[in-house]
């Protein structure tokens, strides 16, 4: 899950909406990645199978723009869907039957972690303030039941943002479970919750 309000916030990063406009402010999702155990993972896994945007309706596509979207300038629409399938995706071919059902996952993990309420509940809103990073995991914890494992950005400013969150679930694409390896933060032990 990313972090709009970073992401556009980076230090030299551009930051463009899609063509239906300003998301909303909240967390989107970023991918839906399978990995090994070790914190690898497999990529490109099946080139005979690439995205096709045909397979998901014009109702799906606006549902991915706002809950899924890409803030790459210039704004790259369906390209940004075709990359995670393509890339990720397929290697997940054995779980999921179709592109729709890879992405409907996707979308459902996201309504399931619920990220941005679960820190308000905690009065960690994003508002430019700075938080203790160790409450902000453990306000996602609570939420998810296990331990996030948060990335952050450095702003123009130079403070350490919260930008990404990365949580696992399990084999079949639909429960949270502990991650087998996290790897090491590159946030500071306080964080800013940006606004969006």
């Not at 960690?124 to 939420?143: C, G, L, R």
């Not at 494992?149 to 702003?155: A, G, H, K, P, S």
Request: charged share 20%; aromatic share 14%.
């Amino acid at each position: 899950m990313q972090w709009p309000g970073a992401y556009c916030d980076t230090k030299g990063h551009k930051c463009c909406y899609p063509n239906t406009g300003k998301p909303t402010t909240d967390f989107h999702i970023h991918g839906l990645w399978p990995n090994y155990n070790d914190g690898g993972y497999p990529s490109s896994c099946d080139t005979t199978n690439p995205f096709d945007a045909s397979e998901l309706d014009d109702g799906f596509l606006t549902k991915l723009t706002t809950e899924w979207p890409s803030f790459t300038c210039p704004s790259i629409g369906t390209k940004f869907w075709a990359h995670e399938w393509n890339k990720h995706g397929t290697c997940a071919e054995s779980v999921f039957k179709n592109q729709r059902d890879y992405f409907q996952a996707g979308l459902d993990l996201k309504k399931k972690t619920n990220l941005l309420q679960a820190l308000e509940n905690s009065k960690i809103i994003p508002n430019d303030e700075f938080y203790n990073v160790e409450d902000v995991k453990e306000a996602m914890k609570t939420e998810i039941g296990f331990y996030p494992w948060l990335e952050c950005n450095i702003d123009g400013e130079g403070n350490s943002q919260i930008y990404q969150v990365y949580v696992c679930v399990d084999k079949n694409g639909k429960d949270f479970i502990e991650c087998p390896v996290l790897p090491h933060g590159n946030c500071a032990s306080k964080v800013q919750f940006a606004k969006f």
